[in-house]
């Protein structure tokens, strides 16, 4: 099967959801065990299109330094998912690409030397996480319900498969608090205007935290 007609897909959802309203955008301290590592600028938009996510991740201490950068489409009313993530360091560079498009999940990554596709079934609560890039927690939001609400995530580039439980939360000051359990243990704060304010990771020692304007 010719997967490229497939994979050109979220080029034509991000031209579509450059029309919509910035919903939140800013940016994150990176913190490792409690040290400041990297940042993260994010912007999220919403519209009659759906749900979009960008976002740039630097970490110039890594050896070689790190850079990822990532995009997130999902149309409204419909099962398509567009997702990309792009990694710089040092010599080697790699890119994945997945579209998610009715009941069919295809991933392709693209690196030096070469590059591979699969396919997987993609039916159900779905969404796409990578190591590092903390805003592409925000898809989470519409799973946390009360009760708690468990999922499906995928972590390209191996597309591994974790389910996740979100549990919402309100918090005194008038924002959330979504508990993560499960493949993720972790929380998301959000504002009282539900702006991203902290993900934290506390297994795996890894927190990002708003850096205030």
Same mark, same amino acid.
């Given at each position: 099967?010719?997967?490229?007609?497939? /994979?050109?897909?979220?080029?034509?959802?991000?031209?579509?959801? =450059?029309s919509?309203?910035?919903?939140?955008?800013?940016?994150?301290?990176?913190?490792?065990?409690?040290?400041?590592?990297g $940042?993260?600028?994010?912007?999220?938009?919403?519209? @009659?299109? !759906?749900?979009?996510?960008?976002?740039? &991740?630097?970490?110039?201490?890594?050896?070689?330094?790190?850079?990822?950068? &990532?995009?997130?489409?999902?149309?409204?009313?419909? @099962?398509?998912?567009?997702?990309?993530?792009?990694?710089?360091?040092? %010599?080697? !560079?790699?890119?994945?690409? &997945?579209?998610?498009? *009715?009941?069919?999940?295809?991933?392709?990554?693209?690196?030096? *030397?070469?590059?591979?596709?699969?396919?997987a079934? !993609? %039916?159900?609560?779905?969404?796409?996480?990578?190591?590092?890039?903390? $805003?592409?927690?925000?898809?989470?939001?519409?799973?946390?319900?009360?009760?708690s609400? $468990?999922?499906?995530?995928?972590?390209?580039?191996? %597309?591994?498969?974790?389910?996740?439980?979100?549990?919402?939360?309100?918090?005194? &000051?008038?924002?959330?608090?979504?508990?993560?359990?499960?493949?993720?243990?972790?929380?998301?704060?959000?504002?009282?205007?539900?702006?991203?304010?902290?993900? $934290?990771?506390?297994? /795996?020692? =890894?927190?990002?935290?708003?850096?205030?304007?």
């Open positions: 099967m010719n997967l490229r007609p497939l /994979l050109a897909l979220p080029l034509v959802l991000w031209a579509d959801a =450059l919509g309203q910035v919903a939140d955008e800013g940016t994150l301290r990176i913190l490792s065990h409690g040290q400041e590592v $940042s993260e600028t994010f912007r999220v938009t919403t519209g @009659d299109q !759906g749900l979009r996510i960008v976002a740039k &991740a630097t970490y110039p201490a890594a050896r070689p330094p790190l850079e990822l950068t &990532a995009s997130l489409d999902r149309t409204q009313g419909s @099962d398509e998912l567009a997702f990309q993530l792009e990694h710089r360091g040092g %010599a080697a !560079g790699s890119q994945v690409y &997945a579209v998610r498009k *009715g009941n069919r999940l295809t991933i392709r990554r693209v690196e030096r *030397g070469g590059e591979q596709a699969s396919e079934p !993609g %039916a159900g609560n779905l969404v796409f996480l990578a190591d590092s890039v903390f $805003s592409l927690y925000l898809q989470i939001l519409p799973q946390a319900t009360e009760p609400r $468990s999922f499906s995530a995928v972590l390209p580039p191996a %597309a591994r498969r974790i389910m996740v439980t979100a549990q919402r939360q309100p918090t005194p &000051a008038g924002g959330a608090l979504i508990r993560l359990s499960g493949g993720v243990s972790g929380e998301i704060t959000l504002g009282n205007h539900g702006e991203l304010l902290r993900v $934290s990771l506390p297994t /795996l020692g =890894l927190e990002a935290v708003r850096r205030q304007e």
